[in-house]
């Protein structure tokens, strides 16, 4: 079963408006990564947060982690046309930071 | 910028046939993974290596299925004989280290078709 769910499976905003994307996951983690894939193209690496981080800043990037909640949200802040993309979380599942899966993503369209 | 390199960016074969994908990792990465990408959802971890070993194949078919990396550089994935549910995008990547406190560069994929 798949460690990470990103929620919604799909986001449709205007530009400039703000983008929020959720990922839950089941066990405990030590990290969470977010990455982003361009139709058809590999994935770029976004951001990581460890799991004694609360919340982490990237040029219009926010990542936030609750462990309690078991959950991590991507906000893109004042999004652009070239935001449009799918986004997806990974998280490990094991104490030496392995064992990795990735969510099945959300997709995002930014419209001009 | 050091980029992963892979080959053949797109790839038609029929069912039955033999099938194989190179990848050129970050000069230096000891980590090197094969991930199978179904459209419209999250890659999925074939095989993982550290140099030249494997240290997650969990998820690899191993009946049609083979990697490796011979030299504990670049690798290649085999699929012997292809079937028609092969049809996904594999993509490589790879890292200084194992784990995720390291981030994962990924090559464009090879986009294969089986019909």
């Known amino acids: 079963s798949q460690q990470g769910e990103e929620d919604p499976q799909a986001l449709s905003i205007q530009e400039g408006e703000n983008a929020t994307m959720n990922c839950s996951y089941k066990t405990s983690i030590n990290n969470l990564q977010w990455y982003r894939q361009n139709s058809g193209r590999g994935l770029v690496h976004l951001i990581l947060?460890?799991?004694?981080?609360r919340e982490k800043h990237s040029g219009r990037l926010r990542v936030t982690l609750d462990t309690s909640k078991k959950s991590s949200s991507l906000l893109i802040t004042a999004s652009r046309a070239a935001d449009t993309a799918s986004y997806f979380c990974?998280?490990?599942?094991?104490?030496?930071?392995?064992?990795?899966?990735f969510g099945p993503g959300t997709r995002l369209s930014v419209l001009p | 910028e050091a980029e992963v390199a892979q080959s053949p960016r797109y790839k038609i074969t029929e069912k039955s046939q033999a099938v194989a994908f190179w990848c050129d990792p970050i000069s230096g990465h000891a980590t090197l993974y094969w991930y199978r990408q179904i459209l419209g959802q999250g890659p999925e971890l074939l095989v993982q290596f550290q140099d030249e070993s494997v240290v997650d194949d969990s998820q690899l078919p191993k009946d049609r299925f083979s990697a490796e990396r011979l030299k504990g550089v670049d690798s290649t994935l085999k699929i012997q004989p292809a079937e028609l549910g092969d049809s996904a995008m594999y993509l490589c990547?790879?890292?200084?280290?194992?784990?995720?406190?390291?981030?994962?560069?990924f090559g464009p994929g090879t986009r294969l078709t089986v019909t």
């Open positions: 990547a790879s890292s200084w280290g194992a784990s995720l406190t390291y981030e994962q560069y």
């Open positions: 990974a998280t490990d599942r094991d104490n030496y930071g392995q064992n990795f899966v």
């Open positions: 947060i460890r799991s004694n981080e």
